[in-house]
């Protein structure tokens, strides 16, 4: 089966997490690789291709999620109104995969747009 993640490892089962904090600790402890070039942390466990591919990972309460916005929610205060942006300026490769809170910015769906717009990544 051909995976949309090109950094996939099979790991063990993780361990029960009751909170959103221990699992985004546990996200970027165990299940990543840094890009040397660019300070990416890129997950590598399952992810989805919707235009750009992402991290995906059972929420604390048990409904897949994106890890993006997990790490967004633990470490960077996401409001449910706000997206995360992959922040290039920081500089993160762009790839949805890329989980580092220092490349990760809370904004609004709107400036996301502009922002990708002006990168070259969504149509204008």
């Not at 997950?43 to 993006?68: E, K, L, S």
């Not at 205060?77 to 500089?91: A, F, K, N, T, W």
Request: hydrophobic share 35%.
């Amino acid at each position: 089966m051909d995976r949309p993640n090109p950094y996939y490892v099979p790991s063990k089962r993780r361990p029960k997490m009751t909170s959103e904090a221990e699992l985004a600790a546990w996200m970027l402890a165990e299940r990543t690789i840094e890009d040397p070039e660019t300070g990416c942390l890129y997950w590598t466990g399952a992810a989805v291709n919707v235009g750009n591919v992402y991290g995906m990972v059972q929420g604390t309460n048990g409904v897949p999620d994106y890890c993006h916005r997990i790490i967004g929610r633990a470490y960077l205060g996401l409001q449910p109104d706000e997206v995360i942006d992959h922040v290039v300026s920081r500089g993160c490769s762009g790839l949805g995969l890329c989980i580092n809170p220092e490349h990760l910015e809370p904004t609004t769906q709107a400036e996301n747009i502009r922002r990708g717009q002006r990168w070259g990544k969504v149509a204008a």
